[in-house]
C-alpha cells in the first residue's frame, strides 16, 4: 500500500479504524501509545460514532515504522478499545476534506473558477483579492487539486485527513439500492 506524499517520496501506509469509548483522554492515550513506540501517524480523523457512547478513530499509519500488527496489539492492551479494522484501500472507501485559500486578481478568478468546476470543487467566499474553496473526495483526487493550486499563491491550505469505511460487498449494495428486493439478489 502506497501513498503520495506532497514532499515527493512514496510512503508504505496502512489504515485503522479504531472504535473507542466516547470518553476525556482516550485521543490522548492513543497519540501517547504511538508517540511512546516510535510508530509514525500520517493523518488522524476522530468523530462520534453510530452509537453515541463511542467514538471513531481513523489512521493511516507508518508501517516503516512498525509492522501493522504490532500497532494493532498495542492498541488492544488499551482498555477504552472496543475494535480494530484494518482497512485494505482497495476495498475500503476512502474521502478527505480540503481547505484552501488562495491569492486571486481579476484575470486569475477565470481560471480558479475553471479548476473548480473541474475537479467538482466549491466555492464557498471571494474577497477582493482571494477566493476560499472547499474539495472532498478520494485523498488523491485532493493531492491532485493541491499540486494544482501549486501555480498560485496559497495563502492558507488545510486538510482533514482520511476518513474511511470497508466497501459494501455487492450483494449488500444491491440490497440497499433497491430496498423492497427483501434480500433477494440477481
Given at each position: 500500500m502506497t501513498a503520495f506524499n506532497p514532499h515527493g517520496k512514496s510512503l508504505n501506509h496502512g489504515i485503522l479504524s479504531v472504535l473507542v469509548q466516547n470518553r476525556p483522554g482516550v485521543l490522548a492515550r492513543v497519540a501517547s501509545l504511538f508517540a511512546r513506540r516510535g510508530y509514525n501517524i500520517f493523518s488522524l480523523a476522530v468523530a462520534p460514532a453510530e452509537d453515541e457512547s463511542q467514538s471513531?478513530?481513523?489512521?493511516?499509519?507508518?508501517?516503516?515504522?512498525?509492522?501493522?500488527?504490532?500497532?494493532?496489539?498495542?492498541?488492544?492492551k488499551l482498555v477504552d478499545v472496543v475494535k480494530i479494522s484494518e482497512l485494505d484501500p482497495r476495498r475500503s472507501i476512502e474521502r478527505e476534506l480540503l481547505l484552501a485559500t488562495v491569492e486571486a486578481d481579476?484575470?486569475?478568478?477565470?481560471?480558479?473558477?475553471?479548476?473548480?468546476?473541474?475537479?467538482?470543487?466549491?466555492?464557498?467566499?471571494v474577497g477582493s483579492d482571494a477566493v476560499t474553496m472547499?474539495?472532498?473526495?478520494?485523498p488523491d483526487k485532493l493531492d491532485d487539486f493541491e499540486e494544482l493550486?501549486?501555480?498560485?499563491?496559497?495563502?492558507?491550505?488545510?486538510?482533514?485527513?482520511?476518513?474511511?469505511l470497508p466497501k459494501l460487498d455487492r450483494a449488500t449494495r444491491l440490497r440497499a439500492a433497491n430496498p423492497n428486493q427483501k434480500g433477494q439478489v440477481s
Open positions: 471513531r478513530i481513523t489512521m493511516v499509519v507508518d508501517l516503516e515504522s512498525a509492522p501493522l500488527d504490532q500497532m494493532v496489539k498495542q492498541l488492544f481579476t484575470d486569475q478568478r477565470s481560471e480558479i473558477v475553471e479548476l473548480v468546476k473541474i475537479f467538482e470543487a466549491k466555492i464557498l467566499a472547499s474539495l472532498e473526495g478520494h493550486l501549486d501555480s498560485y499563491a496559497i495563502v492558507e491550505l488545510q486538510r482533514t485527513g482520511r476518513v474511511a
